[in-house]
């Protein structure tokens, strides 16, 4: 499963990034960043582009950041519910991200919080 906290930390530490640093550049608390580094807190979806550009992620990087982003807002509580709908589906989660994505791509959206809550 992509976990958006270990993509986060994997980010910063190859950037030789502290949380301090990088709560910094973005004018965010330091205990915001940890706990979205710890997994506490699920990034905001609105963010999500403007960090992937400012942490110089290639494609595939900010595919897989956004496809974290969208899963660690998902409540816990529901994540389990919404994974059986997807298999009796015939679906997996991953299939799911990707028609959002088109979704989005189709009618001109840009993935944000706005644009997926509309999807």
């Known amino acids: 499963m992509i976990v958006f906290s270990q993509i986060l930390r994997n980010l910063l530490a190859q950037r030789r990034l502290r949380i301090s640093d990088w709560s910094k550049r973005e004018s965010l608390s330091q205990g915001y960043v940890s706990n979205l580094c710890a997994g506490r807190r699920a990034p ?37 519910h919404l994974e059986r709908l997807l298999a009796a589906d015939g679906q997996s989660r991953q299939m799911a991200i990707e028609q959002v994505a088109l979704r989005c791509e189709v009618h001109g959206l840009q993935q944000d919080a706005l644009s997926l809550a509309e999807s």
Do not use: C, Y
């Open 44 to 80: 905001p979806l609105h963010k999500i582009a403007g960090w992937a550009a400012r942490l110089e992620l290639d494609d595939s990087q900010t595919e897989r950041f956004w496809q974290a982003a969208i899963l660690a807002n998902i409540p816990r509580t529901v994540l389990p």
